[in-house]
């Protein structure tokens, strides 16, 4: 009986050796720098989920000094805060019974098509093809409205001196300028008639301003549309 006790109890031994080799086996060893770079795949997976605008992630990596982690169960990921938001942390989680977790601060910038300046323009300066070239920008950089296509702002004049390598905005000017002759449409009715005027401000994309008809000499609303050209607002 003694003996087949014995039996027992090295095959109960080498069960349980088994066992605790196979869990030690399915656990996983991460260093800082890997797991950063699995932070940053998630991320950048999440955002191609979401369909987002074009990215540039910016991840502060894990400092070397915490050491290595170990995880027997698949890593956990999650954001702080909703992925439209610049400033954010990823949350790494392991779920294991002597579970850890770690935070990773990235920064998430929208990368946009901008019309950049090739040379230095000073202010009232006419807006020519050769100033202007394209190239993307971090929208965080940009203040104003985006010049979306650079032939819509030729002829254009410039209310301020401008840098090279400056993005372009609706902002630095005037598409219709102050005393400039305007090309004034009038639509109503699917009726298009056409008429000559004189602006009495500055205007950009959008504004609506003052403009003198040269026929019947009355100052009429108009909306700025193109460059030396309004639209009579109903």
């Not at 992630?57 to 956990?76: F, H, M, T, W, Y």
Request: with cysteine; glycine share 4%.
């Amino acid at each position: 009986m003694k003996k087949y006790e014995n039996l027992f109890k090295q095959a109960l031994s080498s069960l349980l050796l088994i066992a605790f080799s196979s869990a030690a086996m399915q656990e996983l060893v991460y260093t800082p720098a890997e797991l950063t770079d699995a932070a940053e795949q998630w991320l950048t997976q999440q955002i191609a989920a979401e369909d987002a605008a074009a990215t540039q992630i910016n991840v502060n990596p894990l400092d070397n000094r915490i050491g290595s982690k170990s995880c027997a169960q698949p890593l956990e990921f999650s954001l702080s805060q909703p992925l439209t938001q610049r400033q954010n942390t990823i949350q790494i989680r392991c779920a294991a019974q002597s579970g850890w977790q770690l935070y990773v601060p990235v920064r998430i910038d929208e990368i946009v098509e901008a019309i950049i300046l090739q040379q230095n323009i000073a202010s009232g300066s006419l807006i020519t093809a050769d100033m202007l070239t394209t190239a993307q920008r971090e929208r965080r950089f940009i203040r104003g409205s985006l010049v979306e296509n650079a032939a819509s702002v030729i002829g254009a004049r410039t209310k301020r001196a401008l840098s090279m390598g400056q993005i372009l905005t609706l902002q630095d000017l005037c598409l219709v300028c102050k005393g400039d002759v305007v090309t004034i449409s009038v639509s109503d009715n699917g009726l298009s008639v056409a008429a000559t005027g004189v602006a009495q401000s500055d205007g950009s994309l959008g504004d609506t301003i003052s403009v003198m008809n040269q026929q019947s000499k009355r100052a009429i609303s108009a909306e700025v549309i193109a460059v030396n050209h309004v639209r009579v607002k109903f």
